[in-house]
């Protein structure tokens, strides 16, 4: 991306009604296909924000350049005020170098489908080994903190079960506290109860709701479970092509979808 293109953006957010997260003219193609086609999203402290829509339309691409696993083409994402994917050097914006970007990525929490456990460690040891190994925090400190984490997600009596003794909605809670251990400022959620048996669902779900409202902690899930999504979101995102086709608040969205893409979807995952 040109320097010119760069400089048209701010080197920073700030004031009071400065987003949390927010993508400015986003554009993200893989060779000639082009998957978020210069999105603009905001998400506010504190807010939830659910992204919902067709396979293909870019709702996991979102969440994964928020965890700056994937450079982006053209535009800018900002985190907490500052440039994620750019930084600021010498006035403009510059592609962001290791240390800048690691520094960064301490902001973003993630889960999952699959969760991705560490399996030689137990519970309580996955969720120490980040705040020990990246933050620097002592060990007493770190299983301080994640005991009241297990304990928050009902894990607490499983804390020293290694993931293979674990059911697959205990896995994705040991998963989210592991997340939190790290006190991100933004949490993300993909697809995390997809790969759960039906009778566990809820208990993650639950752990998700349990989230929402406390710590101001900002959230952005992609899930296909509609209802969850209706009950839990401050607003939803319908997907489409790799744009925001169309938002708002779960009432409104889900009740009187205004644009027939939204329309059609809803219809067909009812
Ligand atoms: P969604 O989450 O809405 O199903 P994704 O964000 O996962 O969609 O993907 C959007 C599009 O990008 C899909 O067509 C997918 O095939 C494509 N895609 C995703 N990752 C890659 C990749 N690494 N290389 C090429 N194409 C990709």
């Known amino acids: 991306m040109s320097q010119e293109t760069l400089s048209d953006f701010p080197l920073e957010l700030e004031g009071a009604d400065a987003p949390m997260v927010r993508f400015r003219q986003v554009t993200k193609r893989y060779g000639n296909l082009t998957v978020l086609d210069s999105l603009d999203l905001d998400v506010a402290e504190g807010e939830m924000v659910t992204i919902i829509g067709p396979s293909g339309s870019g709702k996991t691409t979102v969440l994964r350049m928020l965890m700056t696993l994937e450079t982006i083409n053209e535009g800018v994402i900002y985190v907490d005020g500052k440039p994620l994917t750019h930084m ?128 101001n902690l900002t959230m952005l899930m992609v899930t296909h479970q509609m209802g969850f999504a209706k009950d839990i979101s401050d607003r939803v995102c319908f997907f489409f092509g790799g744009r925001i086709e169309e938002q708002g608040k779960p009432a409104d969205l889900f009740g009187n979808p205004q644009r027939e893409r939204t329309q059609q979807f809803l219809s067909a995952v009812k």
């Open 88 to 215: 600021p050097r010498n006035g403009g914006l510059v592609p962001a170098d290791n240390r800048y970007l690691r520094k960064m990525r301490a902001n973003i929490g993630m889960c999952f489908q699959h969760f991705n456990l560490f399996p030689h460690m137990t519970a309580i040891e996955n969720c120490m080994e980040g705040p020990v190994h990246v933050l620097g925090l002592p060990k007493r400190e770190a299983r301080e903190r994640s005991e009241e984490l297990l304990e928050m997600v009902g894990m607490a009596d499983k804390r020293d079960q290694h993931p293979s003794r674990l059911s697959g909605g205990q896995q994705q809670r040991v998963a989210i506290a592991r997340a939190l251990a790290m006190r991100p400022k933004v949490m993300l959620f993909d697809e995390v109860t997809s790969a759960l048996d039906p009778e566990v669902i809820g208990e993650v779900t639950n752990v998700i709701r349990k989230l929402v409202g406390e710590h």
